[in-house]
């Protein structure tokens, strides 16, 4: 992956804390290779909603920047609103809470993406099928490889969209808490505590006799307590 | 904890997923007292802007359904458009991966709870301080008592912000993978990869001989990988 800077434009430009915007191109596809949710945000009428979703990205996408997908049932409500609108999709990773000596300097260490643009409906087969796959395997790397086609049925069912991530910018904090002067002066412990998301051993499905293949292991040892 | 019915209206009625829909009010409690971040959804202008925000929670706060309280600099971008507008503040934990025989079932495992409402500025200095111990004390149980009072310079720098949890709505999917009478006849491994967060062992700051308190070794081990 090259490093490139990314282009915020004025409403992608955090209006605070610009210490914490990140231009880093790879962090950002760093970022979107590690969550797993994305939050969509839309407006429905008189206000926004903000929905939870899956996500995958195409960093060679057919999309300017890069394409991120995300998917859903034709049925659902989101689906029409989010065609004829901008929306933003952010994406966000808790990485540790921050405990300073004062309330004021509690905080979270974090990266958080946020993405702005008109989504773009996915009517190419060829791409369809492609993303559909990356949204499995940014679930489980190497696993659309092991799984039979979709039917015509379930493409049908399934709209895909895709958001240019050519307006997208980034904000991370990391490391300890930030201090004042006059905090040196007080007493009581101050520090970081890492969080991070581990997996469990995978849960086999009754009907199925097969062994859980080396992709879930590997896949759950990278996350795992460990 | 009394156990409540949620009472949606139409704007927070799901679309789709009704059988994913939780109406059990301690439910939405516990899913909000396990999270750490929540997604606030606010309308800039002609777009919807989603930001990673810390909240707290107080279920006999003043609003109507108990107040879910928000905080930020006053120089925040987000807090004048916020107070003008109804807002949506979604909050989510990702529980596992659902891995099943076709694409079209993969999945997550999640909870996640939409509240929509207009946000009340907190004015009354008494409650303010309340709700910015909630909001330490969100982080790490316990820990507010053992901070100094917030200086007028620090209270006059953040703004709260109280949404009612009145207008609420929850989804939550767990267990196995959906089956369709034809995976059966399928070959391939399905099943769950359940997630969690854990924490690792606190990182002392520089500056500080005291020991880490028994309030985040606590915290630590009930997160923790063991």
Redesign the interface.
């Known amino acids: 992956m090259t490093t490139q800077h990314l282009s915020p434009t004025a409403?992608t430009t955090?209006?605070?804390g610009r210490n914490r915007q990140v231009d880093d191109r790879s962090r950002l596809m760093a970022l979107l290779s590690d969550a797993?949710?994305a939050?969509?945000?839309?407006?429905?009428?008189?206000?926004?909603?903000?929905?939870?979703v899956?996500f995958a990205v195409d960093a060679d996408g057919p999309d300017a920047g890069g394409s991120l997908y995300l998917h859903g049932?034709v049925?659902?409500?989101?689906l029409g609103p989010t065609l004829e609108?901008?929306?933003?999709?952010?994406v966000?990773e808790?990485d540790g809470?921050v405990?300073a000596?004062?309330?004021?300097h509690?905080s979270?260490n974090?990266r958080?993406a946020?993405v702005?643009g008109r989504p773009r409906q996915v009517t190419d087969q060829e791409e369809r099928v492609r993303a559909?796959?990356r949204?499995?395997d940014h679930?489980?790397p190497g696993?659309?490889g092991?799984?039979?086609a979709?039917?015509r049925k379930?493409l049908a069912?399934?709209a895909v969209l895709a958001l240019p991530l050519a307006e997208a910018s980034m904000k991370q904090r990391s490391g300890?808490?930030s201090?004042e002067p006059g905090d040196?002066e007080?007493?009581?412990?101050?520090?970081?505590?890492?969080?991070?998301?581990?997996?469990?051993?995978?849960?086999?499905?009754d009907?199925?006799s097969?062994?859980?293949?080396e992709s879930?292991l590997r896949?759950?040892a990278e996350?795992g307590?460990a």
């Open positions: 409403r955090p209006t605070r797993l949710v939050h969509l945000g839309v407006v429905a009428g008189t206000h926004p909603v903000v929905l939870p899956a049932s049925a659902a409500g989101w609108q901008d929306v933003c999709v952010t966000t808790l809470l405990l000596r004062t309330g004021f509690h979270m974090y958080s946020v702005i559909l796959d949204l499995v679930m489980m696993r659309a092991t799984l039979p979709a039917t379930e069912a399934t300890g808490a201090l040196l007080l007493t009581g412990w101050a520090g970081q505590v890492p969080l991070r998301r581990v997996a469990d051993a995978p849960v086999t499905e009907y199925v097969e062994p859980v293949p879930v896949r759950v996350l307590p």
